[in-house]
C-alpha cells in the first residue's frame, strides 16, 4: 500500500500533491485568508507548496553558543 501512495500524484483541492517518501506527508501551498462577508475566505497571500516537516527538523536551528567558564 504505502508503495502505491508514494508512486503516484493525488487529487487535491490545491491541485495535484505527492507524498514524500521521507516523512510520508505532502508539500502543501501556503494560502493565507480573510472571513468575508459571506461567511467564506478571501485568500490575501499565497505561496507554492512548502515541504512538510512534521518533526520540525528544519534547518532553522541556530548554532550553539561559544560560552566559557569565568570565576
Not at 494560502?31 to 518533526?55: E, K
Request: hydrophobic fraction near 50%; charge should be neutral.
Amino acid at each position: 500500500m504505502r508503495a502505491e501512495v508514494l508512486a503516484r500524484d493525488w487529487p487535491s483541492l490545491f491541485g495535484d500533491m505527492r507524498v514524500d517518501a521521507a516523512t510520508n506527508h505532502a508539500a502543501l501551498p501556503f494560502l493565507l485568508g480573510r472571513i468575508n462577508d459571506g461567511h467564506g475566505f478571501d485568500v490575501i497571500a499565497a505561496a507554492p507548496a512548502l515541504a512538510a516537516d512534521p518533526y520540525l527538523t528544519g534547518a532553522t536551528t541556530r548554532p550553539a553558543p561559544r560560552l566559557r567558564i569565568v570565576s
